[in-house]
């Protein structure tokens, strides 16, 4: 009698007994320490059933329509990696419906030699958008050489949608063969705004912006604002790294100025508060030292603007080897949000 029902047990829930084997072997390993409990959400487990699978909505972004709120950040090409990561990145966005920024396209201004590095539109597919990428130094260059029209020539060849500018002073400073600025970056931005052929995102490459910057930015006619803020890939110690040693002991500290992602949600809060309808920017990619889906989450929760959230180092650890790893990677984090959809709220 108790073999049988010992049986059907085993029959009903196979991994019972090693699963409790597990509970108390594990049991010890997984203690909590004091202190450490994220307090950014309610979390409310009686409120909602588990999510089913796929169950995000899809919005509007960029003017396309997106099904998962993550941004893959610019990452550069002309390496003997950007092909395969580029592929592998735009097959996810095509496979979870994410938006992607290409790295520097400036190799592709005069020549086609790399475009194939590039060269990803027929993966994403056209219902998602797609963003070529030049620096702020290169802008300032082609308007003083009449050249903008070499711009449009990228755009096309790479069928993107508009094009991202980074505006990196720090790393330019701090790169041993990098650019000087001759004028305010945001008067460039606005002689690119005006010759008015593509739509435009500015955005940092690690080290955030401050008030001044963000309010000017939010007063143009910008696709978006890319905040690319500093905590996690920072462009003045990577630069740093590549330098001789005086700079690096005169310079260092530079890599812990500037904002992270969460500050310039502050700073964009107020700043929406004090523009009220000379806002002209309303879309946002909060982006930079985003770590995993729950900072992801709750910071485009936070923001009173349409918004994703963005990625670079976290997509490029699983972006170098098979599609698959790359997969797995924002499959886990598309459920994840799901997850935090269902059960978690803001405070
Ligand atoms: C390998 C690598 C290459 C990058 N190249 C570019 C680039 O060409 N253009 C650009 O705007 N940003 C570039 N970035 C900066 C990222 O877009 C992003 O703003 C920054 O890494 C912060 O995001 P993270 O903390 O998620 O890495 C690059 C980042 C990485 C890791």
């Known amino acids: 009698m108790k073999d049988k029902l010992l ?33 950014r959400f309610y979390y409310e487990p009686l409120l909602s059933p588990h999510p089913k699978e796929g169950e995000s909505n899809s919005f509007q972004f960029l003017g396309k329509t997106l099904r998962t709120p993550i941004w893959v950040s610019s990452m ?37 030699e790399t475009l194939s590095d590039f060269d990803v539109r027929a993966i994403i597919g056209e219902e998602l958008p797609l963003y070529a990428n030049l620096g702020i130094a290169q802008l300032e260059a082609l308007i003083k050489q009449n050249e903008l029209f070499l711009i449009d020539n990228l755009l096309n060849k790479l069928r993107a949608d508009g094009l991202i500018i980074h505006v990196n002073p720090l790393q330019e400073w701090l790169q041993p063969e990098g ?11 606005k002689t690119i705004l005006e010759y008015g052929k593509f739509p435009v995102i500015i955005k940092e490459v690690g080290q955030g912006m401050g008030y001044g910057s963000l309010k000017a930015l939010f007063q143009l006619p910008l696709e978006a604002i890319d905040f690319a803020a500093n905590g996690g890939t920072n462009f003045a110690k990577l630069e740093l790294l590549r330098n001789d040693k005086t700079k690096q002991e005169i310079y260092s500290k ?15 809060k107020r700043i929406i508060d004090e523009l009220g309808d000379d806002m002209k920017c309303k879309q946002v990619i909060i982006s930079g030292g985003i770590r995993n889906f729950l900072d992801g989450y709750y910071l485009i929760n936070k923001l009173p603007l349409p918004c994703v959230y963005g990625q670079a180092s976290g997509f490029l650890k699983h972006a170098r080897g098979t599609y698959e790893e790359l997969k797995d990677y924002v499959g886990a984090q598309v459920q994840g949000l799901e997850l935090a959809n269902s059960f978690l709220k803001l405070r």
């Open 7 to 39: 049986n059907k047990l085993t029959n009903i829930d196979p991994t019972a007994s090693s699963r409790k084997k597990d509970h108390i072997e594990l049991a010890f390993q997984s203690q909590i320490e004091e202190g450490k409990l994220d307090s």
């Open 76 to 112: 550069t090409g002309g390496t003997e990696w950007a092909k395969t990561i580029n592929q592998n990145l735009a097959r996810a966005c095509h496979e979870f419906g994410m938006g992607m920024g290409l790295g520097s396209c400036r190799s592709l201004l005069y020549s086609d």
């Open 179 to 189: 650019d000087r600025f001759k004028i305010p970056p945001i008067e460039t931005i």
């Open 254 to 268: 530079l890599a812990f100025v500037g904002h992270s992602a969460e500050d310039m949600v502050g700073i964009t």
